[in-house]
């Protein structure tokens, strides 16, 4: 054995007997071990994001739907042994019906027979006859019995196929349910997901519309002193019209006055 292997093993033994050694000193020692690796064991699965947990069911369905195709397979080779069973017993309750009908005729020769039996337009020595009959009698006896046996196993069969055939529906109809539980848990997660993160950028950028405020209102006032500029070269302008008006005016006048004379308006 190699070095780091020894030393692996000597210090799992070493651990072992310290267990070992606290938990004869401290009985309790072992159980607050168990639940720490409990504790601890927990902690880990609830680590895990509820994406992953959902995926691994997934997979764990297909593993499951994987095990039912084996399980098909069992149940086709029973419905191949009860079809030929049910063709056995078929062909067997036809053969017997006929043995039947054949041995009730002889057996009608027979009680009519004096010396000789008068069956099928031949004639039979009584006693001869009467040992074939007794002979086809049991077999006819052993047949029917066997045929009976039969058609208990075909029954004991088909109610076996029958449970298999519901328990595959069931676990079918199982795993359809699970997987439609399993895409409306994801939906419902990736929901809850989109607004913890709509909530977490309405957090992040608080900062930002502090500064979309304060850009608004520099705009606003802004917006005031352009309006206030123009409305001023409004009023500016008017009066600057009214004086242009009025000395057209008195232009126009003077014309009037030099050309065609009269008496001048004050």
């Not at 020894?6 to 000193?25: E, P, Q, W």
């Not at 069956?119 to 009959?133: A, I, M, P």
């Not at 029954?155 to 359809?176: G, I």
């Not at 957090?203 to 502090?210: E, I, M, P, S, V």
Request: hydrophobic letters at 40%; glycine letters at 4%; aromatic letters at 6%.
């Amino acid at each position: 054995m190699c070095k780091p292997a020894k030393k692996s093993l000597f210090a799992a033994v070493a651990v072992v007997i310290s267990l070992l050694g606290v938990n004869y000193f401290y009985p309790d020692a072992w159980t607050h071990v168990r639940v720490w690796f409990h504790d601890a064991r927990e902690e880990a699965q609830d680590s895990i994001p509820l994406e992953k947990k959902i995926a691994a069911a997934k997979l764990k369905l297909d593993d499951l739907a994987r095990e039912d195709d084996r399980a098909f397979q069992k149940v086709a080779e029973q419905i191949v042994a009860v079809q030929k069973l049910e063709d056995e017993v078929k062909a067997g309750r036809e053969k017997v019906a006929k043995d039947e009908s054949r041995i009730a005729a002889r057996k009608a020769a027979l009680d009519k027979a004096d010396k000789f039996v008068d069956y099928q337009n031949t004639k039979y020595e009584v006693t001869r006859f009467r040992d074939e009959l007794r002979a086809a009698a049991a077999r006819f006896q052993t047949d029917e019995q066997m045929i009976q046996s039969k058609e208990e196993q075909l029954a004991l069969r088909k109610k076996s196929l029958d449970m298999s055939r519901n328990r595959l529906a069931e676990r079918k109809l199982m795993r359809q349910k699970m997987k439609t539980e399993l895409e409306r848990l994801e939906t419902q997660l990736a929901a809850a997901r989109q607004e913890q993160a709509e909530s977490q950028n309405t957090l992040d950028d608080a900062g930002y519309q502090d500064i979309r405020k304060e850009i608004d209102a520099i705009c606003g006032k802004m917006e005031v002193m352009k309006q206030k500029q123009i409305l001023k070269g409004e009023i500016d302008g008017s009066v600057q019209d009214v004086e242009q008006r009025k000395e057209q005016e008195e232009k126009i006048d003077r014309f009037l006055q030099d050309r065609f004379g009269g008496a001048e308006k004050k």
